[in-house]
């Protein structure tokens, strides 16, 4: 995914839908590198200017991103980074769990040798990112990858769409300062349990290690979230 800094310009031939497209595309670049973070306001002259648009555009691929629940409009104030909230935790993770373990069988059929390289260096990137501090707030991106990289194999498109759109809603939402040194070690050692079922063809295995690290990032996830209210009063 490249830099969101690039300057965007409208669409050739006034093309609305073309530069729509690279607005909310250029956004959610901005989302994934956290220059706009969960429960910020967003000003439509300020992400104009810096995407070098017009406003239209950019209001335009707000309304798509709320559609997709990566932001929210409160009337008379504007649109706001989403904040992902406990209740939306416990369904996305519910759902997540359901489309990953049944795509198991289909992984394993469709995997190789040189998928699985490719896969375990998924796991050694995020490793490196524990002793690089300007990396870590990628640490949520690099395991979303990891997953969706896997959920590729199993060839089943639809799936794919829906998994990934619930993993960017837990990779955009969420703030990294919340995630700690702990669990990143953690999923590091869930992300290699499911490698090695994989590797071993063992869907039984596969399952067991996928329901564990969705429940153990779940119940993280939902932990920190309490935390942050206890700090914050």
């Known amino acids: 995914m490249k830099s969101s800094n690039k300057n965007i310009k409208n ?46 555009p950019v209001i335009q691929a707000l ?15 504007g649109y706001f980074v989403g904040q992902i909230t406990e ?12 489309l990953e373990v ?36 990628l640490n949520l991106l690099k395991d979303m990858q990891f997953h969706i990289k896997l959920a ?6 639809v799936i794919q769409k829906v998994l990934r759109n619930l993993l960017e809603r837990i990779c955009l939402k ?8 702990e669990r990143i070690v953690n999923a590091i050692k869930e992300h290699r349990r499911i490698l090695k ?3 071993m063809k063992d869907v039984e295995e596969a399952i067991s290690a996928v329901k564990h ?3 153990a990032g779940a119940e993280y996830i939902i932990g920190s979230l309490e935390r942050s209210k206890t700090s914050f009063f």
């Not at 220059?35 to 104009?48: K, N, S, T």
């Not at 998928?115 to 300007?134: C, H, Q």
């Not at 590729?152 to 498109?157: G, L, N, Y």
């Open 87 to 98: 209740k939306e935790v416990k369904e996305i993770y519910q759902a997540r769990e359901a």
């Open 11 to 56: 669409g050739k031939n006034g093309d609305k839908s073309r530069a729509v497209g690279e607005a909310f595309d250029a956004i959610k670049n901005m989302l994934y590198y956290k220059e706009l973070a969960p429960g910020q306001r967003l000003v439509y002259g300020d992400l104009a200017k810096k995407l070098n648009m017009s406003l239209t």
């Open 213 to 215: 690290h969705n429940r």
């Open 152 to 157: 590729e194999f199993s060839r089943q498109d």
């Open 102 to 137: 049944s795509i198991i069988p289909s992984i394993i059929q469709n995997i190789n040798k040189k998928d699985l390289t490719l896969i375990r260096k998924f796991i050694v990137d995020y490793e490196k990112s524990l002793t690089n501090m300007e990396t870590r707030q």
């Open 63 to 77: 309304n798509k991103l709320e559609y997709s629940e990566l932001v929210f409009y409160e009337p008379h104030k």
């Open 197 to 199: 079922a994989f590797e």
């Open 174 to 181: 969420y703030r990294p300062e919340y995630l700690g040194d």
